[in-house]
Nanobody, 124 residues
Framework: VQLQASGGGLVQAGGSLRLSCAAS????????MGWFRQDPGREREFVAA????????VYADSLKGQFTISRDTAKNTVNLQMNSLKPEDTAVYYC??????????????????WGQGTLVTVSS
């Protein structure tokens, strides 16, 4: 399985960015896909997850309403729409995949596959 994240960049506070994760290497019907983020010196933080089969979603409580995760099953992509960005949203964002099961989604250790990360920088 390969996960290729893209879409990061520099944005001013209050702006928006859309991250995309291209998934390849197998069928993903049983997968749950997620996004995490990490600041240097901090633990990897759960952002959101989506079940491939039916689009069910889970969000970090602090990001609910600000970020939206979606998937495009025809293109095998998972997207993260980020609105009203704040400087504290600055981090490397990682796309991740869990092969089976829709549980423990807030734990980084539950995921089987990780992309390389894309840097999001929000300036004040």
């Amino acid at each position: 399985v390969q996960l290729q994240a893209s879409g990061g960049g520099l944005v001013q506070a209050g702006g928006s960015l859309r991250l995309s994760c291209a998934a390849s290497g197998r069928t993903f019907s049983s997968f749950t896909m997620g996004w995490f983020r990490q600041d240097p010196g901090r633990e990897r933080e759960f952002v959101a997850a989506i079940r491939w089969s039916d689009g069910s979603t889970v969000y970090a409580d602090s990001l609910k309403g600000q970020f939206t995760i979606s998937r495009d099953t025809a293109k095998n992509t998972v997207n993260l729409q980020m609105n009203s960005l704040k400087p504290e949203d600055t981090a490397v964002y990682y796309c991740t995949g869990k092969g089976y099961g829709y549980y423990n989604l807030r734990l980084a250790s539950t995921y089987d596959y990780w992309g390389q990360g894309t840097l999001v920088t929000v300036s004040s």
